[in-house]
């Protein structure tokens, strides 16, 4: 789920895309690519809080911005991630 914010961002209306997480890492430019899934293969895996990540991206109409990513993880009470909610 995106906010209006997001789609303004990357300079979209909710209607030419399906929010989803794979769409905006295809967005991350190829040089910054394997840092922010790190990050996010990171950040996804334990519970709190993340430190924020500087990384680029290619908006679908070209543009080149900087945006910064944090975001928080939820853990069920099993200790399972279930949730993550990410902040550009």
Known sequence: MWSDEMFRILDLS??????HKDFFT???IVED???????????S?????S???QVKI???HGK???VIVNGISYED?????YKFIGVV
């Open 14 to 19: 909710p209607n030419e895309i399906l929010a």
């Open 26 to 28: 295809e967005l991350v």
């Open 33 to 43: 690519r394997t840092v922010y899934q790190k990050w996010m293969d990171k950040v």
């Open 45 to 49: 895996a334990i519970a709190g809080e």
């Open 51 to 53: 430190s924020p990540i």
């Open 58 to 60: 290619k908006s679908p």
């Open 64 to 66: 080149l911005k900087h």
């Open 77 to 81: 009470n099993l200790g399972r991630i």
